[in-house]
T-cell receptor, first 115, second 115 residues
Framework: NAGVTQTPKFRVLKTGQSMTLLCAQDMNHEYMYWYRQDPGMGLRLIHYSVGEGTTAKGEVPDGYNVSRLKKQNFLLGLESAAPSQTSVYFC??????????????FGPGTRLLVL | AQKITQTQPGMFVQEKEAVTLDCTYDTSDPSYGLFWYKQPSSGEMIFLIYQGSYDQQNATEGRYSLNFQKARKSANLVISASQLGDSAMYFCAMREGRGAQKLVFGQGTRLTINP
């Protein structure tokens, strides 16, 4: 099992450009999440999904859109990148099992630089 | 108000000593979960330990244990017999309620183990 994978690993954008970050998981998890991590800070939730075709806003959703067309994939889009979106982006997934510890499994991260 | 507070930006410990990383939380939900993650310099998020709000005993995982004091709303991570490889950022996180596991992270503590 690959677990949670993210594409790309690193990207440089100019202000105003758009891009899509791809997250894929092979653990058949129902829930998927996108976080951002700024220097010296913990992770903050951008958007999340509780199942195929459903998405919801997290703590810092402005400037981002997401889609979950397939259970195993969760896409994060930046329509018009801004320097404030320079960050490391983490995708995570988890499963709801009664009595489980409900751990989130994280991808390796995508480092994004917006000039 | 901060939901997760980690008051130690950095800690320095001698190898083989035990270390306690502090975490306090704030919630009015009776059902919640507390997590600790390790982030080494390579950047990935590694799950360490979990404590549920209804768990009667403190969680333990190998050298890691969680000192859960519900009345004080604290969930400190204890690492016994520290190793050089324990040098990393450590994040405390909380999930409130059930269902989608939206995690709220603290700002982290940078732990450095000296030989």
């Amino acid at each position: 099992n690959a677990g949670v994978t993210q594409t790309p690993k690193f990207r440089v954008l100019k202000t105003g450009q758009s891009m899509t970050l791809l997250c894929a998981q092979d653990m058949n998890h129902e829930y998927m999440y996108w976080y951002r991590q700024d220097p010296g800070m913990g992770l903050r939730l951008i958007h999340y999904s509780v199942g195929e075709g459903t998405t919801a806003k997290g703590e810092v959703p402005d400037g981002y859109n997401v889609s979950r067309l397939k259970k195993q994939n969760f896409l994060l889009g930046l329509e018009s990148a801004a320097p404030s979106q320079t960050s490391v982006y983490f995708c995570a997934s988890s499963s709801w099992l009664a009595g489980s510890m409900e751990t989130q499994y994280f991808g390796p991260g995508t480092r994004l630089l917006v000039l | 108000a901060q939901k997760i507070t980690q008051t130690q930006p950095g800690m320095f410990v001698q190898e083989k000593e035990a270390v306690t990383l502090d975490c306090t939380y704030d919630t009015s939900d009776p059902s919640y979960g507390l997590f600790w993650y390790k982030q080494p310099s390579s950047g990935e998020m590694i799950f360490l330990i979990y404590q549920g709000s209804y768990d009667q005993q403190n969680a333990t995982e190998g050298r890691y244990s969680l000192n859960f004091q519900k009345a004080r709303k604290s969930a400190n991570l204890v690492i016994s017999a520290s190793q050089l490889g324990d040098s990393a950022m450590y994040f405390c996180a909380m999930r409130e309620g059930r269902g989608a596991q939206k995690l709220v992270f603290g700002q982290g503590t940078r732990l450095t183990i000296n030989p």
